[in-house]
């Protein structure tokens, strides 16, 4: 924490700095910098007065050239220098050029119009210029303060050509700014992104900015995680004209949390597996020793059919143990208790999306969502519900692994079936539902993945039933599977439980 303040408040300072530039040191090389101006300005006009003076010039020519030099002098960036010649030059003008000559006294009003126009107009040149040049230097400073940041800052137009790269871009993905600046930025980085990149726009055009995780490649073909904002520009017209980027490195951090997240799979994974072994062993080794026993009594000359049911009946007791222990597994991946409350189903939906962005990026899936307005009310647990989202999320993607003749797209869609309930269905483009495998898919421990539990589905349709719903699979047409379930809408004003 002092670390990064300590790195703000170098960073504040010398932004400061840049924008104030008023030390000791300044203010002497500023006077330095006047010094040389009067001295080259007056040399220079001395010049221009003789040469004009000697080849017999008239007023409107020792103008011209007079303002000719006072243009160049205001390019030095001294109002004030610019001004003081502007003076002397129609001092000049009055006294060599103007009759009669060699005195300051003007005959003619057009003579008189003549010299308060040349310093009209000089004046005028010379503070336009010095707005210019102040302008121009404001925006150098402000550009190098977005070179100050690690960030990556990178301003594109409408056609997504580059116009700006910063030192952040430079140093984060390796290309230069003479490099990128008017290339398509797509054909540049190879972004790949979370959704749809229409999706995005939309978003971006609606409300002026759009914020999320990309994963862009490097110059040396790396692939680099992003935390990037994005933010529309428009102009006066409120036209769009530019969208601005800026963007953080997370490469590191998505790394760490790739194997903090493997080593949680791996401990849960095995604890769980420690517990079913421990806790089933004796129930199974009591039901296989009862078993036995049962048929060594009926196994007789004279079958003793007393003590037979007896082993029976504690074979029925241990399964009864083992059907508990099953019950328990579950409720320990439902972790709690449901909390039934009136939810907006459209609002679950968007709380998902942000937890699943890692692993559509990271298998190049293309999420695609399409809510719908006026759905009704239902009622459920915001957490179990949103856990089956993910759940039938998760499978989709995972469902076009080895996709690689199509695009690895993923639905979420939301509508209203004909009964009046909430249905929400996610539709991937893998390979579909194999027949022999259709039946079994929502039973417990089946799985068709090596290294899967076969809980997931079997968990989802438990909390879908609780709420009253139903979990269904399908094969859609041609290829492809989709997942969804109903949920009741409430009528009316039913009460919360």
């Known amino acids: 924490m ?8 170098r960073f504040a ?28 300005g007056g040399i220079g006009l001395a010049l221009s007065t003789w040469l004009c003076f000697r080849f017999g010039v008239g007023l409107t020519v020792a103008a011209f050239v007079y303002l000719i030099e006072i243009l160049l002098l205001s390019l030095m960036n001294c109002l004030v220098c610019s001004a003081i010649f502007s003076v002397i030059a129609v001092g000049c003008l009055d006294f060599f050029f103007t009759l009669p000559i060699f005195s300051f006294r003007v005959n003619s009003v057009q003579d008189v119009a003549a010299l308060v126009a040349f310093l009209t107009t000089s004046l005028v040149v010379t503070s336009l210029v010095h707005r210019a040049r102040q302008l121009s230097e404001f925006h150098r400073k402000q550009a190098q303060l977005l070179d100050l940041t690690r960030d990556s800052v990178m301003v594109r137009d409408m056609d997504d050509v580059i116009t700006y790269w910063n030192n952040g871009a430079e140093a984060l993905y390796g290309w230069k700014k003479e490099e990128v600046l008017g290339k398509v930025a797509d054909s540049v980085l190879r972004t790949r992104f979370p959704v749809a990149l229409g999706d995005i726009k939309e978003s971006l055009f609606a409300t002026g900015r759009w914020e999320g995780e990309l994963i ?5 073909g790396l692939q680099a995680a992003v935390e990037t904002r994005w933010a529309l520009l428009r102009n006066d017209q409120g036209r769009p004209i530019a969208t601005l980027e800026t963007s953080t490195d997370i490469t590191e951090r998505k790394r760490k949390e790739e194997a903090l997240h493997h080593v949680a799979r791996l401990t849960t994974a095995g604890e769980l597996g420690a517990s079913l072994a421990h806790e089933l062993a004796q129930p199974l080794c009591e039901i296989t020793a009862y078993t036995t026993a049962s048929l060594r009594w009926l196994d007789r000359d004279a079958p003793n059919l007393e003590e037979a049911l007896t082993c029976l009946r504690r074979v029925v007791n241990e399964s009864k143990r083992l059907a508990e222990l099953f019950r328990r597994v579950r409720m320990l991946a439902k972790r709690t208790p449901p909390q039934m409350t009136r939810l907006e189903i459209n609002e679950v939906v968007n709380d998902v999306i942000p937890l699943v962005q890692r692993e559509v990026l990271n298998h190049s899936v293309t999420l695609k969502t399409k809510l719908a307005t006026g759905l009704p009310v239902v009622l459920g647990d915001r957490i179990q519900l949103a856990q089956v989202m993910t759940n ?16 690895r797209e993923l639905l979420i869609e939301l509508r209203r079936s ?11 483009s893998g390979k579909g539902i194999d027949a022999e495998n259709a039946s079994k898919l929502f039973e417990p ?10 809980v997931g589905l079997s968990i989802c ?17 041609g290829y492809s599977a989709t997942f969804e379930f109903s949920l009741p809408s409430i009528t009316g004003n039913a009460p919360e439980e």
């Open 2 to 9: 002092k670390l990064n303040t300590g790195m703000n408040d």
């Open 392 to 407: 039938l999320i998760m499978n989709g993607i995972q469902a076009m692994v080895n996709v690689e003749d199509r695009a």
């Open 445 to 454: 421990f089946f799985t068709t993945k090596p290294e899967g539990m076969g």
């Open 461 to 477: 349709r438990s909390i879908v039933r609780a709420h009253g719903g139903e979990l269904r699979a399908m094969n859609n047409a």
């Open 216 to 220: 862009n490649t490097r110059r040396d």
């Open 13 to 40: 300072y010398r932004a400061y700095q840049m924008m104030h530039p008023d030390t000791k040191a300044d203010r002497i090389a500023r006077s330095r910098a006047i010094a040389k101006i009067l001295s080259g």
């Open 418 to 428: 004909d009964e009046g309930s909430v249905i929400v269905a996610v539709q991937d």
